[in-house]
């Protein structure tokens, strides 16, 4: 026979305004199975919890139903009390008289009768609770980093200082990432190679890390705690145990002319290469395209003058497991395309500013590259199409954010900064130049942001236009910039040597592949989503994996780096415990009636049903039923919803369950 | 009442004679599934053969009505037990051994399967010795598409000549479409009035093969037991809804039903709300996920209002 206890909560008054919960106590202690019932003011005080505590052992309870707000805010406090006095935790719910009826109702008595049959409801399910015991399942002390720029690079180095093996897969030939290719870096004009170098020195030496660069994630199985991820390492056709890196290969190849991506194709670099002088790991990679080797089967120059013998034109790509316990994801960014529509996307180019036909419009990371002592100029201000100085230079900013009918709503945070920097930096190299700049809205909120952007207008002498840009076009060796200065009312029309469009961050390609592959979610333009934006910012919906950086949503350095160490956090914390603790709410397969159709499995978005063989004792094979694994279940009921003869059922919610509850009103 | 040509039946029951009786002496399966002529005149019955001498009592005429895949599942468990079974199959029992096969309840490599190039079977209410006519032929054959099937590990080298016939059940649903939803309702309420919860058409489907079907469940009880109307009800929606996306259209429901419900005609509106929400339609091939286990970004949303 059932003892169960019912605690009705007024919270404050935001029940007890609308509901009668005396008269709610006072009926369902009449419901058969409750001996006890009461109401307090605030059941989730330290008084309320005790006072429910003390019922379990004085009235020697045998389950509880507290009616108050949702389950989500307070399920967790009211189980943990229950269990404080003894019981099982999962013998306690909770009955939502709050979000369900009385902020919803405004006539008392009938908002009383709908409290009475939520109650009701509660108490006929809480009688067929069983007693659940937590379940464990073991984790594996390495954690997973996906892309090395500055917050894959963070989120490494303070796992690894932390003690334990982290995983760092760069898809690119080094590490580095976005932030390797700055100039210098706002509010502060450090400069970016000289902080972010000793960083990626630091990872490449740190014991605990293994790096695998000019690789790729090919597969994730498996789930928190416990995932196998299968690299795809790509042939560098150099032996990295062999390269010493001193470079003769480097400077023998005859392939000399091919545009370097690290310098946004402005400066070239050779067939055998590193994207930068200070790349890491320093070990060059044949980009085989271009290699006249495997173009025509000739040259190997490379070969030839190599000491160690280091160059193997025969190396292979190779597929690498990795068993991990939890992954951060750090993919980063990547600049919206100005001049070209990708294709099948809905985001529209920006093909009236010429970006791409004339060749001094150039975008903001190039002009880091022109403005970087280490670029293709050695850090002269040079326009791509003569190498002339530019004596009046104009920057746009918003070129795709905020630009809904370009298929973009969002602000990309950082480009009024980085504009402003862009400023300075042109005004330090080119004494004689005058900045304009085509802006909506400073936004530069962060330590010392506006006194920065106010410095490039009060100290550094750039022309703050507000307006938008309505047409490039290139008039001798000038580019003819036409736009409105709305703070005045007039059309501008500037004659430029060089443009810089403030670009878009997007989030890198093929951030929706890997999405698929991890089984994260994402936003409509490929942005990874956290679980809960304000309060669960680092973690992503599926357990064991989280984000860092701009592959989440736009962000700054200073912001990357908080977020990357802050998903540093959320590992070690995991990492923190031998096993990990699961709610116990999963689905049971009743194995005697299953037929082994697999519709669950098939359904299943969490992968947690597996196939299972039932044997006798000499071995011979009975039948193949569903076995659910409830160490990946996440309780979501679908499977108990597909299943033809409900033989798989969630605990807490089974049939008989929902419905004694339909039959409780 | 144009005649339907059969001739080619003869030849049929000779090649499928043949080949049964080899699979059996080579030891290339245990036991073979097939038709033998039954007691009244020019009718049918099935048959487990699994002596070589018993080929000979195959047959395949236009009275071989029955969706022998039935025995392949949880009717006769103790069939394909025995080891790898041969069973004749026309191009409607041919789907419904691909849909088994799709929901792991068979596996192609236990099967050897022998195909029967098909013009069409008598209709339930007409004698077995009856001619086969554009009047006689079950209904589902005016809409079959499914005369020859392939993939089969042997089909005699037969073509059924096949005429255009009116679609049976589409001509149906036509008319119930263009109903009212009450009058609609009032029909199927006539129908369903009419249950006697037999559960014929339960026992004679190759697809329910649960072993503890939801229907028979008393904690909780699900469907209501007793015959009457809203049981009834509960029950044929049941079925309909568990069929939706899997019936292969075999209407051996409709065919064994005592009181003339028309099982079927629910079966071919549920599948064709598959192929207009889908594209799904029941074929030959074995799917890894139905149309309703699976989930696509292009999936209908419409229902969300």
């Not at chain 1, 003769?248 to 370097?260: D, R």
């Not at chain 1, 790349?279 to 290699?291: G, H, K, L, M, S």
């Not at chain 1, 200065?485 to 443009?499: F, N, R």
């Amino acid at each position: 026979m059932s003892r169960i206890g019912v605690f009705i909560c007024h919270c404050g008054e935001n029940i007890s305004r609308t509901v009668d919960v005396e008269r709610v106590a006072l009926e369902v202690g009449k419901l058969p199975g409750v001996s006890f019932s009461t109401d307090y003011k605030y059941m989730c005080s330290d008084p309320g919890q005790n006072l429910l505590k003390k019922a379990i052992q004085d009235q020697k309870l045998t389950h509880v139903v507290v009616a108050a707000c949702s389950p989500r805010m307070h399920e967790v406090t009211f189980r943990k009390a229950t269990e404080a006095a003894g019981l099982n935790p999962f013998l306690c719910e909770m009955a939502n008289i709050r979000e369900h009826c009385s902020w919803v109702h405004e006539n008392r008595e009938e908002a009383t009768i709908k409290a009475i049959d939520i109650v009701g409801m509660m108490v006929e399910r809480v009688k067929k609770n069983r007693v659940l015991p937590t379940i464990t399942v073991p984790v594996t002390k390495r954690s997973l980093v996906i892309g090395g720029g500055i917050a894959g690079i963070q989120a490494a180095l303070d796992i690894a200082d932390c003690g334990h093996e982290v995983i760092l897969v760069e898809r690119e030939p080094s590490l580095g990432g976005h932030m390797a290719q700055l100039s210098e870096t706002f509010p502060t004009l450090d400069c970016s190679q000289c902080i972010m170098t000793p960083k990626m020195v630091d990872v490449a030496n740190h014991p605990k890390i293994k790096l695998y660069t000019y690789s790729e994630i090919e597969l994730v199985e498996g789930y928190i705690g416990n995932f196998q991820v299968t690299i795809k390492k790509r042939a560098r056709s150099v032996d990295e145990d062999k390269c010493t890196g001193c470079g003769v290969c480097m400077t023998k190849c005859p392939q000399k002319k091919i545009p370097n991506k690290f310098d946004q194709n402005i400066g070239m670099r050779t067939a055998i290469y590193v994207p930068f002088p200070q790349a890491v790991p320093n070990t060059p990679v044949i980009d085989r395209e271009n290699c006249t080797w495997y173009k025509t089967g000739k040259c190997g120059v490379c070969q030839k003058v190599c000491g160690p013998g280091a160059v193997d034109f025969e190396q292979e790509d190779q597929l690498i497991v990795e068993a991990v316990g939890a992954i951060v994801v750090a993919t980063g960014f990547d600049l919206y395309t100005i001049d070209e529509k990708p294709k099948g996307s809905p985001i529209k180019g920006y093909g009236e500013f010429g970006h791409g036909k004339i060749p001094d419009v150039i975008d903001g990371m190039t002009f880091e590259r022109l403005a970087s002592a280490s670029g293709p100029t050695g850090g002269k201000i040079l326009r791509p199409s003569d190498g002339k100085e530019p004596k009046q230079i104009v920057f746009i900013q918003c070129i795709g954010s905020r630009a809904r009918e370009k298929g973009i709503s969002y602000c990309s945070k950082v480009c009024c900064m980085y504009t402003a920097k862009h400023t300075m930096l042109y005004h330090h190299k080119v004494h004689d130049g005058q900045a304009y700049v085509f802006f909506m809205d400073a936004r530069t909120p962060g330590k010392s942001y506006d006194e920065f952007w106010r410095r490039s207008i009060e100290e550094e002498e750039a022309v703050y236009i507000r307006g938008m840009v309505s047409r490039l076009y290139q008039k001798g060796d000038k580019i003819v910039v036409m736009g409105s200065d709305i703070a005045v009312g007039v059309q501008v029309e500037i004659e430029a040597d060089m443009v810089v469009l403030a670009t878009a961050i997007q989030p890198q390609k093929g951030a929706d592949a890997l999405a698929q592959k991890l089984g994260i979610s994402y936003d409509k333009y490929n942005f990874y989503s956290e679980a809960h934006a304000k309060l669960r910012p680092v973690e992503c919906a599926t357990a064991g994996i989280y984000l860092a950086g701009a592959c989440q949503g736009p962000k700054d350095i200073p912001e990357t780096v908080s977020q990357a160490s802050a998903a540093a956090a959320k590992v070690m914390t995991l990492f923190s415990k031998d096993k990990l603790e699961r709610e116990p709410i999963v689905a049971r397969v009743k194995e005697s009636a299953c037929v082994g159709c697999f519709a669950c499995k098939k359904v299943c978005a969490y992968g947690a049903v597996e196939v299972k063989e039932i044997r006798d004792r000499q071995g011979n094979l009975i039948k193949t039923v569903a076995y659910v694994n409830p160490g990946v279940c996440s309780g979501c009921g679908t499977c108990q919803a597909t299943c033809p003869s409900k033989c798989v059922e969630l605990d807490g919610y089974t049939d008989e369950q929902i419905v004694a509850m339909i039959e409780a009103l | 009442m144009t005649p339907i040509d059969t001739s080619i039946y003869a030849a049929i029951t000779d090649a499928i004679q043949t080949e049964a009786g080899r699979i059996l002496s080579e030891g290339q399966v245990t036991a073979v599934v097939g038709y033998a002529a039954a007691r009244r005149k020019g009718s049918a019955q099935p048959i487990v053969i699994s002596n070589p001498d018993d080929a000979q009592k195959l047959i395949f005429t236009a009275a071989c009505v029955n969706n022998l895949a039935v025995y392949l599942t949880k009717a006769k468990k103790e069939i394909p037990k025995t080891g790898k079974i041969g069973i004749v199959v026309k191009g409607c029992d041919l789907k419904a051994l691909s849909g088994l096969m799709g929901e792991s309840q068979l596996k192609r490599e236990d099967l050897y399967l022998i195909g029967v190039p098909c013009a069409g079977v008598l209709g339930s209410t007409v004698q077995p010795a009856t001619e086969l006519t554009t009047g006689t032929i079950a209904a589902k054959c005016t809409e079959c598409d499914a005369h020859l099937p392939t993939g089969c590990d042997f089909v005699p080298n037969q073509t059924p000549i096949t005429p255009e016939l009116e679609q049976k059940y589409a001509v149906e649903i036509a008319r119930l479409e263009a109903l009212t939803p009450a009058e609609r309702w009032a029909y199927w309420q006539e129908q369903f009035s009419k249950c006697i919860k037999c559960y014929a058409c339960r026992q004679v489907c190759p697809f329910c093969f649960c072993e503890q079907c939801l229907c028979d469940r008393n904690k909780p009880q699900m469907v209501e037991t007793t015959p009457r109307p809203a049981g009834n009800t509960a029950w044929h929606i049941v079925r309909a809804m568990h069929l939706a996306g899997r019936c292969a259209g075999c209407a051996e429901c409709e065919r064994v039903c005592p009181m003339d419900i028309p099982l079927n005609l629910l079966n071919r509106k549920m599948a064709k709300e598959l192929k207009e929400l889908y594209d799904h339609e029941a074929s030959f091939e074995v799917l890894d996920k139905g149309p309703l286990t699976m989930f696509t970004d292009k999936d209908d949303q419409s229902f969300i209002k």
